[in-house]
């Protein structure tokens, strides 16, 4: 990476240390004569705003997992690198300790200041053969019912073959990145960060119909509730964002067109964090 002259900051206001470590950081590259913008994570708005304000060099993440999240469905379809600094509990993708988040920094552009691509999904709401709505995303879209206690009849597609036929809470489509999230607590396998690859892992699945399947990244699963009775249902992405989903509608899912540029740990720290967080 070339001179850092545009910082993004985005912050978690749930977060108690995250507006003293904003104000620290802003105060860091204002100095340096770089402009500096900031975000509250805590607002899809971020999204819109982010772009407004033209191309940014690097995105802080003051927050947990979840804060990247955002910050990543802001960012990287401009192409902006993130930098994570873990204010949560889990810090798989949010790794950098707030203490050490300049060493961190100096050490990182001292090495050249390359940023590692990750795998982006794109989820669409399919309706009438046509995109409704939906969003990019870096963790998983998940199609799962609205009623209590509702369970879905569900069919995944993947070109004219039927990838997978079950009776369950939902069905997620996870990328690498969220292979470790949701995915995991439903019985999905962990992916290592630097695969491109799709997880497509039934939630609660009733029988013997629900073995999750790896797919290579190049592949689209559709997602429809089967049978004459079909019910609430929507599709949620990384866990945050929800659209309802009507009768007769599908979900697609399939690999975005740009990655999620990230600062990351090494290999070794990332299966190190794996044993000791799960």
Known sequence: ??????????????????????????????????????????????????????????????????TVLRTARAFAPGGTALFPVNLGKVGFLAWVPPAQWEACYDAWRAAGGAAASRMMLEARVLRDGARAEGAYCLNEAAVVGTGPGRI??????????????????????????????????AGGPVLDPALEALAVVPICPFGKRGAPILLPAGLEVTVEQTGDKQQAASLVVDGQLSFPLRPGDKVSVRRAPFPCRIVTQSRGDFYKALEEKL
């Open 152 to 185: 879905l009849d569900l069919r995944a597609r993947v070109q004219d073959a039927v990838l997978s036929k079950c009776r369950a809470d939902g069905l997620i489509v996870a990328g690498p990145a969220g292979s470790t999230a949701w995915a995991l607590s």
């Open 1 to 66: 990476m070339n001179d850092v002259t545009r910082i993004a900051i985005v912050c978690n206001p749930r977060k108690e240390a995250a507006g003293g470590l904003a104000e620290r950081i802003r105060e860091r590259f204002e100095g340096e004569g770089a402009r500096v913008g900031l975000f509250d994570s805590s607002e899809e708005a971020v999204v819109p705003e982010s772009r407004a304000g033209g191309e940014w060099h690097l995105a802080f993440s003051l927050g947990g997992d979840g």
